[in-house]
């Protein structure tokens, strides 16, 4: 299926090469180089391209492009998801996939993209079974591996994790201290119209469970209120029967961090937004200047305080600078980028932030038609605010009590306020 | 490919020679500036005898090779370490041995006999990993020990090196395609695998190997169905596309009655011959009811192909169920949402209302890349009907506002499709495209010019002013294809602004050499519209712009112009032609449909690469349509006893290194579950505990793990609980295939029988004489000293209705010896026994046999409705077992003790087992059904014509449980 893999960074440089039939020259990426061209953004890159003899599959992750190619029929979601798959590894291992990075641990990657796939077909992708093949650098080992010079990434013992049918948990795990810490994150999708209400609203959640636990234990998470939870998707470690019945998460873990679920809230619970903005932003035909006036204010936020909140424009090409008055917080303004970014920090109900001033306009220029939106970021600590409340988590198979913590977050998921 | 290994060859070429690689390759120069030397240094370091630093040499060259660069060179001095100690070392030169074997073929061969020993290794992760390196060799000379080493590996006993082996097929094909056949034969030995482990990768091989041979899937269809959940993802993705097309050629379409219905309306036509009622076979509805639950992965490629089946295989009320799966796609990645907007497009020209609940998922924000923004666009135009179209065009105002030009252009284009589809949105869409002519952006004005003159086409005369209009864009206007469309419009209806089309046509003369060629062919056209229509003002006019067009650059345009200039202006010369130019000039034209690019994409199977392009690509399977009647389901039975034989060995020699002793008192169990496996029709959760139990020796079966939950502490009394009422169940109940340990009775007891012994077992065959006797199979041992004689049967006593069919005379018996016979018995379905006398050529012996009730049936199989149906009206018998122990035990032991005598059948629910077999004499059906209660507690009825049959079965079936 996968032919080759190019790593190409931002600037359009080839600068990693792995190939797992016979080899095809780096000229075919010469194609992806033509359509980068023509798109302005990098994200505007159509992610499958076809040329003569190849078909290119491409991801932007990380300011990085991982392109495939394929020669043959192939799902290419298929292969769109596996190199998002090699991405996250590459995250998992060496904590960010940047190019700096994959430069430095060359060795490990070229290592890890050969158990990942055999001649194009996925073999190893879970990344517990990976850690015990390759074991992913530590500043211990780094230290160590210098002073004795002898550096060895690869795992002594050989993968059992592969052979059982719970690929996703590798044996013999032993932990002094055992913890399970479950978050749920919620992500709020919203759409704002000019006058204040809102075109459409939902909520996605997330739970990312972090579990640190010994030997082979199997857990079961219920909710208090599972009816909330309308679409689910799952980690393969959850069994779907026991969820079909009973509305619990029954599931052996992944040693380590991962993600349990992600659960959109059906839409009969109508979305309470937890901010309102009111906004005005126009330009004037006389005279090369516009005026901005926003102002943010809590609407339901049950009691909790808006945090690190944050408003994003991109504002019109014409636009050359803003000369604006912050009540609160601080704002930039990249004359490249023509974005606007207003730092708010923490909502304060009773003196409302706001920004104000006057916007100046490329002299000559006529006046924009079109009307910047606005990107809302916030965060509410200890608050889902679907409503959704886990009852509680059990252990079977181990007999130690581990120590277990759940944790809430709402977060702005595409909130945008049109104007 | 030669493109590529001409680059290979060339550089290849420049290191054999020896000259230094830097002057060839740019790319090297900044880093390894003196590459050759390094080069030297290196094969320093791989012929040390140092570990240290051999692994540090190896990560260099595979440094290099990352980074693109050559190191051919060094193959002679890589490949001697082949055989090194050190794992990192050993995997390092692996590496580089796949990447350039190819180019230094002959040195290649030296590390293959290292190869061909790991291949022998005890260990299974070695095994693999010396196959996997081996065939990933590409090296022609090598292909017959490439064969030898999968065919072995196929039928090595770690699942782990049959997937490897499975995994090495599509690699030998593509290097040498003339191996297919015996290719083939692996990859129908592979198929038969019981492991999850093996069952994605195989069908990867048949996919690439033979995805014709589809006649290979039969007997194995039911399996995948029921191992998909646990296969995994990358697995099942191919499994469940090549499932498509396997159901495609061998179920009915489910929804033809339906499509021959709107024939119907469409048609008017008298009322056709009526169809029989469509049946869903049952294995059709196996495949969507086990593929329905990976709509739920985390994966997208899985639940896209989830999506194409049900799309592709499902009955249209069932298809629904994907879209909210879909539609969570779109929270992914950009690339992700690009390719699944593109199949929602698709689906949503054919199956609207699916999506439309979901309307507001497909609003566009201001950040999305523009190929979203637009493929969203095309899916809310899709979803347009007269009911929503109000709040669309809200949207689609605010959309035309954007920054995004292209974006815009697509929006206006859509707002053309909405109102070519919904008339009573026309007039509106209209006056707001107007309004976007006095837009300051030309690219705005120019596409609301392309998009009103196709509606315009559709009512001209209402809307002679909106003409006129813009007939005075033509000043400012510059976009040629606006400019084009505006001349066309005048040209057409120059009848509704007779003033104004003269006077444009003067001034498009005036400019008409500095026109782009589109703009020149319709400036052409509109002069000879007009010279038809109105040919006093315009005679002139015509003239001048056809003496213009006669000596353009442009041929199209000559030629145009001389075409015109015959065809319009009458000579004596010219034809009967022009006598109907104006026919011909102002016929009435069809107004333009505007369809969607993705109408009638959905030939190709939806989520493949072919459907994305909208082009088939190399290696693409065509989705065959539905079969006119359906071919025999009865292809897909498997026989029991062939596959438990295959299987059995090879699992249970699996497991024999790692045996512990709980282990060792958990055979039998294990070897019963492995049967029922085998009729490959049990529910998910019985196939999660066998595929763990072959498969998995670390670690818990699922039902363990369950039985463990309940009761960790007392965990390991209750498997012997278990065990021993397994036991006593075979005992009582008797298993069926003739390779488990089939029970024998005693018949004779050798002291009774004065030296000779006789043993009977039932051997569950058909008995071919006679199809209503049950086959007895009897074993006769002489352990005397003296040789028996004519050993026959004599005076058989029978009750009413019982029949004999006696074993053939055996004429001599030598001391010592062992002979069988097979006698049939009808029991008449009693289980009375059968009395009769044994003879020898001294003795005659009273002899007796009764068979337990399990033996008088035979299983059959039935679909759920049948089974129902059935049920209804046959007498019941229930009971409720007690509970000394676990539930889900119970369940299975129930479960089990059911299954060795009738059939499992497939059933919607896990907490329900259905069972049926038919009596053998009678055939009346026997009908068992074991469900779960709340509780933990398990209820167990029996439905049957014959009362005594049923009430026995249940009593057997409590007996065995109590004991």
Redesign the interface.
Same mark, same amino acid.
């Given at each position: 299926?996968i032919h080759s893999l190019f790593l190409i960074n931002h600037s359009g440089d080839?600068?990693? &090469?792995?190939?797992w039939? $016979? !080899?095809?020259?780096?000229?075919v990426c010469d194609y992806f180089f033509e359509a980068k061209e023509k798109a302005a +953004?990098p994200?505007?890159v159509?992610? !499958?391209l076809?040329t003569p003899?190849h078909?290119l599959i491409?991801?932007?992750?990380g300011k990085l492009f991982f392109l495939s190619v394929?020669?043959?029929?192939?799902?290419?979601?298929?292969v769109? +998801?596996?190199l998002?798959r090699v991405a996250d590894i590459f995250q998992d291992y060496f904590g960010e996939c940047s190019e700096s990075v994959i430069k430095d641990n060359? %060795?490990t990657?070229? =290592?890890l993209l +050969?158990e990942m796939l055999?001649?194009g077909?996925?073999?190893a992708?879970e990344s517990n079974v990976l850690k015990e093949m390759i074991r992913p650098p530590t500043i211990l080992r780094s230290v160590v591996n210098t002073l004795t010079?002898?550096?060895?990434?690869?795992g002594?013992t050989?993968?059992?994790g592969?052979? $059982?049918?719970?690929?996703w948990r590798r044996?013999g795990v032993k932990y002094t201290n055992n913890e399970a810490y479950f978050d749920v994150i919620e992500e709020i999708?919203a759409?704002v #119209?000019k006058s204040g209400t809102t075109?459409?609203a &939902?909520i996605?959640g997330v739970i990312e469970a972090c579990v640190r636990l010994t030997g082979?234990p199997?857990l079961t998470l219920s909710f208090m209120n599972p009816r909330l939870l309308?679409? !689910?998707?799952?980690?393969?470690c959850v069994?779907?029967?026991r969820? &079909?019945?009973e509305r619990a998460l029954s599931f052996?873990p992944p040693d380590g961090n991962f993600?349990l679920m992600?659960y959109?809230v059906s839409s009969q619970n109508l979305v309470a937004l937890p901010v309102y903005v009111k906004q005005s932003i126009s330009f004037f035909d006389s005279g090369p200047c516009g005026r901005l006036d926003i102002t943010v204010g809590p609407k339901q936020t049950m009691g909790k305080t808006v945090e690190a909140l944050m408003v994003t424009i991109?504002m019109?090409?014409a636009v050359l600078s803003a000369n604006l008055t912050a009540t609160q917080g601080s704002y930039t303004y990249d004359l490249a980028t023509k974005v606007l970014v207003w730092d708010i920090g923490k909502l304060n109900p009773q003196k409302l932030p706001n920004l104000k001033g006057s916007l100046s306009l490329q002299a000559g220029a006529?006046k924009?038609? #079109?009307?910047?939106?606005l990107?809302i970021d916030l965060k509410i600590q200890q608050m889902a605010i679907s409503g959704l409340k886990v009852s509680r988590l059990e252990m079977?198979?181990e007999?130690y009590k581990p120590f277990k913590g759940v944790k809430y977050l709402t977060k702005a998921g595409?909130f945008?306020v049109?104007t | 490919?030669s493109?590529?290994?001409a680059?290979?060859e060339e550089k290849g070429g420049s290191s054999s020679v020896g000259e230094p690689e830097y002057g060839h390759d740019p790319a090297s120069g900044g880093i390894f500036s003196s590459d050759y030397k390094r080069h030297d240094d290196l094969k320093e370091m791989l012929d040390s005898n140092k570990? *240290?630093l051999k692994?540090e040499a190896m990560?260099r060259i @595979?440094?290099m090779?990352?980074?693109?660069k050559n190191a051919s060179d060094l193959f002679p001095a890589v490949v001697k370490n082949v055989a090194c100690k050190n794992?990192?070392v050993k995997?390092?030169v692996y @590496?580089y041995l796949v990447?350039y074997a190819?180019e230094q073929q002959d040195l290649a061969l030296l590390s293959i006999s290292t190869f061909q020993r790991g291949l022998k290794d005890p260990?299974?992760?070695?095994r693999a990993s010396a196959l996997?390196v081996l *065939?990933?060799i590409?090296v022609t000379i090598i292909v017959p020990i490439m064969m030898l080493a999968i065919k072995e590996a196929a039928s090595d006993m770690?699942?782990?090196v049959r997937k490897?082996a499975a995994?090495?097929i599509?690699?030998l094909y593509?290097l040498d395609p003339e191996q297919k056949d015996q290719l083939i034969e692996v990859i129908e030995k592979l198929l038969a695998d019981k492991t999850?482990?093996v069952a994605g *990768?195989v069908v990867?091989a048949f996919e690439e190997v033979c995805p014709e041979r589809i006649d290979l899937i039969h007997k194995n269809y039911r399996k995948l169905c029921n191992l998909l959940?646990?296969v =995994?993802?990358?697995g099942q !993705?191919v499994i469940i596309?090549m499932l498509t097309r396997y159901a495609r050629t061998q179920f009915l379409n489910p929804n033809m009655n339906d499509e021959e219905e709107e024939e119907k309306e469409k048609k008017a036509e008298a009322p056709m011959a009526k169809r029989k009622p469509y049946v869903m076979d049952p294995d059709h509805r196996l495949l969507l009811r086990n593929t329905k639950?990976l709509l739920?992965?985390?994966?997208?490629?899985v639940?896209?192909?989830v999506a194409q089946l049900y799309f592709h295989l499902a009955p249209k009320v069932e298809v629904g169920v994907i879209a909210?799966?879909l %539609?969570?796609l779109l929270?992914s990645?950009?690339?992700?949402q690009? @390719?699944?907007l593109q199949n929602v497009a698709t689906m949503s020209i054919k199956r609207r209302g699916m999506f439309e609940p979901y309307l507001?998922?497909f609003?566009i924000?201001?950040?999305d890349?523009?190929?979203i923004k637009v493929l969203k666009l095309e899916v809310l135009t899709n979803l347009a009907n007269e009911t929503n179209i109000s709040t669309i065009l809200r &949207?689609f105002q605010?959309y035309i506002?954007?920054?995004d030009k292209d974006f815009v252009a697509a929006t206006i284009q859509a707002i053309g499709r909405c109102a070519t589809n919904i008339g009573e949105v026309r007039d509106t869409c209209l006056n707001g495209l107007v309004q976007l002519l006095s837009?300051?952006?030309e690219l705005v004005v120019a596409e609301s010019v392309v998009v009103i003159k196709k509606l315009l086409q559709m009512q001209p005369e209402k809307h002679s002013d909106i003409i006129k209009h813009m007939a005075k864009l033509t000043d400012n206007i510059q976009v040629p294809m606006a400019r084009a469309s505006i001349l066309w419009l005048i040209g057409e209806y120059c009848e509704h602004v007779p003033k104004i089309a003269p006077d444009v046509l003067r001034k498009m003369a005036k400019s008409f050499t500095n026109e782009e060629d589109i703009v020149k062919l319709q400036i052409i056209n509109l002069a000879a519209k007009l010279y038809l229509t109105n040919s006093k003002q315009t005679k002139l006019l015509t003239q001048y712009v056809l003496n213009l067009a006669k000596y353009d650059q442009n041929y199209d345009i000559r030629d145009r112009a001389r075409f015109i200039r015959q065809l319009i202006v009458p000579t004596e010369k010219s034809g009967a032609l022009s006598k109907y130019a104006k026919k011909l000039f102002l016929a009435l034209k069809p107004a333009p449909v505007l369809e969607s690019p993705f109408k009638d994409r959905d030939h190709f199977q939806l989520?493949?690469?072919?459907h994305?392009?909208n082009?088939k690509?190399?290696?693409?399977?065509e989705l065959p349509d539905w079969p006119e009647a359906a071919p025999d389901p009865s292809v897909r039975n498997v026989e029991v006893k062939d596959s438990v034989r295959a299987v059995g060995t090879v699992t249970c020699r699996d497991r024999e290194s790692e045996q512990s002793s709980e282990e060792e008192e958990r055979k039998h169990q294990r070897k019963s579950d492995q049967q029922k496996s085998d009729s490959e029709s049990e529910s #998910? +959760?019985e196939s999660d505990s066998e595929?763990?139990q072959s =498969?998995?020796?670390?670690? #818990?079966s699922?039902a363990d @793990?369950k039985k463990?939950?309940k009761d960790?502490v007392c965990n390991n009394r209750k498997h012997k609980c278990i065990d021993s009422c397994f036991n006593s169940l075979v005992l009582c109940l008797q298993n069926i295939s003739p390779c488990s340990a089939l029970k024998s009775y005693e018949l004779l007891h050798r002291i009774r029988g004065e030296g000779l012994s006789v043993e009977y077992c039932f051997s569950r065959q058909p008995f071919s004489p006679d199809g209503n006797m049950v086959a007895v199979q009897m074993q006769f041992t002489n352990n005397a000293t003296s040789e028996a004689k004519n050993l026959h049967m004599e005076d058989v006593k029978l009750q009413s209705g019982m029949r004999v069919k006696e074993f053939p005379e055996i004429e001599l018996l030598p001391a010592g010896e062992t002979a069988t016979a097979v006698m049939g018995i009808d029991f008449c379905d009693s289980t009375q026994a059968a009395n009769f006398q044994l003879c020898t050529h001294t003795r005659k012996f009273f002899v007796s046999i009764q068979p337990p009730v399990g033996e008088l049936m035979r299983p059959v199989f039935l679909t759920e409705n049948e089974f129902k149906k059935e049920q209804g009206e046959l007498i019941s018998v229930t009971c409720r077992p007690p509970t000394p122990f676990l539930s889900d035990s119970r369940f299975n032991s129930i479960r089990f003790i059911l299954f060795c005598i009738a059939q499992n059948l497939p059933c919607g629910s896990?907490?329900e087992c259905r069972f049926a077999g038919r009596t053998v004499t009678s055939g009346s059906l026997v009908l068992a059904t074991v469900a779960t209660k709340e509780g933990g507690a398990a209820q167990l009825t029996v439905n049957c014509e014959k009362m005594v049959i049923g009430t026995m079965l249940v009593k057997d079936v409590l007996l065995a449980l109590t004991q």
């Open positions: 299926m080839i600068f990693l &090469e792995k190939h039939k $016979s !080899v095809i020259s780096r000229s +953004e994200e505007n159509a992610p !499958v076809q003899h078909y491409t991801i932007y992750r394929v020669q043959t029929e192939a799902p290419p979601l298929f769109i +998801e596996f998002h060359v %060795v990657v070229y =290592e +050969e055999d001649n077909f996925p073999l992708t010079g002898t550096w060895s990434n690869v002594d050989l993968p059992t592969q052979l $059982s049918n719970i690929p044996a999708d759409i #119209d075109v459409c &939902e996605q082979m199997d309308d679409d !689910v998707s799952f980690h393969p069994r779907f029967k969820w &079909e019945s052996i993600t992600n959109h991109h019109p090409k006529p924009p038609e #079109d009307n910047p939106s990107n079977f198979g007999k595409k945008q049109r | 490919m493109a590529s290994s680059f290979n570990d *240290s692994l990560k @595979v440094a090779i990352a980074r693109g794992i990192e995997k390092l @590496v990447r190819e260990n299974q992760l070695i996997r *065939s990933s590409r770690s699942p782990y490897t995994h090495a599509p690699k593509s999850t482990l *990768s990867m959940i646990d =995994e993802e990358w !993705v596309n639950p739920q992965s985390r994966n997208a490629a639940v896209m192909a909210k799966a %539609v969570r929270r990645h950009s690339e992700v690009y @390719v699944v507001k998922s609003y924000r201001s950040t890349p523009t190929q &949207e605010t506002k954007s920054m837009n300051r952006d989520g493949s690469l072919s994305l392009l082009a690509a190399g290696g693409y399977q #998910d +959760e595929s763990s =498969e998995s020796d670390d670690s #818990d699922e @793990v463990k939950k960790p896990d907490k």
